[in-house]
T-cell receptor, first 113, second 114 residues
Framework: DQQVKQNSPSLSVQEGRISILNCDYTNSMFDYFLWYKKYPAEGPTFLISISSIKDKNEDGRFTVFLNKSAKHLSLHIVPSQPGDSAVYFCAASEGNAGNMLTFGGGTRLMVKP | DTGVSQDPRHKITKRGQNVTFRCDPISEHNRLYWYRQTLGQGPEFLTYFQNEAQLEKSRLLSDRFSAERPKGSFSTLEIQRTEQGDSAMYLC????????????FGPGTRLTVL
């Protein structure tokens, strides 16, 4: 049973436009959420995180929004750049789980020049 | 470069053979994690260490799997009597100390069981 789901396996956007990647979770014990980016032949790289006490966290072009009532989070990339083309994973953890991460299946983002 | 390193990067083996992977975490990182990623899926947690102590194991870690971190530095993951279903990318990650410290991932070891 998947506790973290990314329902869009792929997303294509034009350079300079906004990319919105979505993630849903079912475990109400999750209280820390992260986004990782993965290029081919490399391990996932941490991008941005958000604690359940917040509903928004921003870092440069990347913003993560958390809607706890809907058990939904999203990653916004503005403006999108060709170098952002990668697979993006949403992950979640419970506060006392030693930071054991539960990942979604990933969304492949393609940013076209 | 002082990132997480894994060895080997690729391993091809025949069903029934034993394989061992090594992970070297970032220096001074106390926590070390193993994940497995199959094609089209996200990484799945296997186990993690706080220094040399193995604190959590997933139900995915069957009796054929064993992980060690004998001196609290590098870690090994051994799979005995490999099966075709073991074919996957095995990822190692490390983090500094607390439950909120970012995990840094290595490039992974891709295992193919024929």
């Amino acid at each position: 049973d998947q506790q973290v789901k990314q329902n869009s396996p792929s997303l294509s956007v034009q350079e300079g436009r906004i990319s919105i990647l979505n993630c849903d979770y079912t475990n109400s014990m999750f209280d820390y959420f992260l986004w990782y980016k993965k290029y081919p032949a490399e391990g996932p790289t941490f991008l941005i995180s958000i604690s359940s006490i917040k509903d928004k966290n921003e870092d440069g072009r990347f913003t993560v929004f958390l809607n706890k009532s809907a058990k939904h989070l999203s990653l916004h990339i503005v403006p999108s750049q060709p170098g952002d083309s990668a697979v993006y994973f949403c992950a979640a953890s419970e506060g006392n789980a030693g930071n054991m991460l539960t990942f979604g299946g990933g969304t492949r983002l393609m940013v076209k020049p | 470069d002082t990132g997480v390193s894994q060895d080997p990067r690729h391993k091809i083996t025949k069903r029934g053979q034993n394989v061992t992977f090594r992970c070297d975490p970032i220096s001074e990182h106390n926590r070390l994690y193993w994940y497995r990623q199959t094609l089209g899926q996200g990484p799945e947690f296997l186990t993690y260490f706080q220094n040399e102590a193995q604190l959590e194991k997933s139900r995915l870690l069957s009796d054929r799997f064993s992980a060690e971190r004998p001196k609290g530095s590098f870690s090994t993951l051994e799979i005995q009597r490999t099966e075709q279903g073991d074919s996957a990318m095995y990822l190692c990650a490390s983090s500094l100390r607390t439950a909120w410290d970012e995990q840094f991932f290595g490039p992974g070891t891709r295992l193919t069981v024929l």
